[in-house]
């Protein structure tokens, strides 16, 4: 009987210190899902589990790509179940935590097979993307697929160039090869949600980014300047402060827009999570309470 304690929710919200006290628990490891901490250039900004969260539980999924690589849901997926497949060697119960919930559910329900785009697309994209913003992006992407314009991030613009490559490709909408059916898992899935009251997540986030810039983010994306072009780098606490560093805002304001974007984000993820009827929610700091749900549903679940 293998069981994967799936630990989601909001930016801040405290995933790593709960996951790291149910892996104690349960003497097992943690499978880390969220998409900017695979890569081993982005530290700071990605606020990863610290050097001694990482000494006391192992965790996969950290540092274990180059931003130089292309890391797709497909991939985490088909790596996450190879993973899950070794570790269920000498585990009954694994964990994941995570704020990605397209790559929890690629792991959960699967994903379609999405086919490879053409080389220089995403090149090409992500030149758009620099020199006309976001909108031209959400702009082609309405035109192209209104079905998945809809559904998607749109404020994302990793996903808004992915469904766009795959239409350039293929003359055919993103949506088109999102067929939606659940795969069945060869192991039980018991979700659990973290959440508190909107004032003292914000809270938690505005602390966080105050952190992470007396921590040095600065000095980190000054760093990766030249890597800038790439999509991992697209993302929250890295573009804001590339926009400081070409002179278009001061420091403090790109310091305050970072904790807005985050703040958005957070609320992004709360609406994806909640989405999802199977999740238990509970406070971060509710261990006990988490502990006894996980024990219940162990206890009930059938043995593949």
């Not at 909107?198 to 030249?226: C, F, P, T, W």
């Not at 890295?238 to 002179?247: K, T």
């Amino acid at each position: 009987m293998k069981h994967l304690v799936v630990i989601a929710g909001p930016t801040a919200i405290g995933k790593t210190a709960a996951a790291i006290v149910l892996a104690q628990h349960y003497q097992t490891e943690i499978i880390s899902a969220d998409s900017r901490q695979f890569f081993r250039e982005m530290s700071i900004g990605t606020a990863k589990p610290s050097p001694a969260e990482l000494a006391v539980v192992k965790h996969h999924f950290i540092d274990s790509h180059s931003i130089q690589e292309l890391v797709s849901v497909g991939d985490f997926e088909r790596q996450g179940l190879e993973l899950l497949n070794e570790l269920y060697q000498k585990h009954d119960v694994v964990i994941m935590a995570g704020g990605s919930g397209l790559y929890i559910k690629a792991i959960c329900e699967g994903f379609d097979d999405l086919p490879t785009a053409e080389p220089g697309i995403r090149e090409k994209l992500n030149a758009q993307l620099t020199e006309h913003g976001i909108g031209y992006l959400q702009e082609q992407l309405k035109a192209a697929d209104p079905i998945y314009f809809e559904q998607v991030d749109q404020h994302n613009p990793q996903r808004l160039i992915r469904a766009l490559e795959v239409f350039e490709s293929t003359g055919k909408p993103y949506s088109s090869y999102r067929k939606g059916s659940q795969q069945q898992r060869p192991f039980n899935i018991i979700k659990i949600g973290l959440d508190i009251p909107r004032e003292q997540l914000y809270e938690r986030i505005n602390h966080r980014v105050d952190m992470m810039v007396a921590q040095g983010l600065l000095d980190e994306v000054k760093s990766l300047l030249s890597h800038r072009h790439l999509n991992a780098l697209n993302t929250v606490g890295y573009s804001e402060i590339f926009d400081y560093l070409d002179g278009k805002i001061d420091l403090n304001e790109a310091i305050e827009t970072i904790k807005q974007n985050t703040r958005r984000f957070a609320k992004r993820q709360l609406t994806w999570f909640r989405k999802d009827t199977g999740i238990q929610w509970f406070q971060p700091a509710d261990i006990e309470g988490m502990l006894a749900y996980i024990d219940t549903k162990l206890a009930e679940q059938p043995a593949f």
